[in-house]
Nanobody, 125 residues
């Protein structure tokens, strides 16, 4: 599985960005794609996740109501629309894939086996 993120950048607080994750190489139709982030000096944390089979979505409490995850199956791409960005959203954002669909909603790093290279998101105050 190959994952390539894009769309990061520098934005002022209150602004918006849309991240994209282009995915390829899946051998199974049932998988989950998650977005994670890692700020300097902090552990990588789950932000949002979407299931390929039923489109179910999951969000960390810190981003609920501000971030929206979606997928375009024709393009094999998952998006993360980030609105009302805050300085504390600053991090490297990664997309990742998991075949453990039943538990992917918990967004544990160890459950995701394939990772993209990451894209930097910086929110200035």
């Amino acid at each position: 599985v190959q994952l390539v993120e894009s769309g990061g950048g520098l934005v002022q607080a209150g602004g918006s960005l849309r991240l994209s994750c282009a995915a390829s190489g899946f051998t199974d139709d049932d998988y989950a794609i998650g977005w994670f982030r890692q700020a300097p000096g902090k552990e990588r944390e789950g932000v949002s996740c979407i299931s390929s089979s039923d489109g179910a979505t999951y969000y960390a409490d810190s981003v609920k109501g501000r971030f929206t995850i979606s997928s375009d199956n024709a393009k094999n791409t998952v998006y993360l629309q980030m609105n009302s960005l805050k300085p504390e959203d600053t991090a490297v954002y990664y997309c990742a894939a998991s075949g453990l669909v039943e538990i992917a909603a918990m967004m544990r790093v160890a459950d995701f086996g394939s990772w993209g290279q990451g894209t930097q998101v910086t929110v200035s105050s």
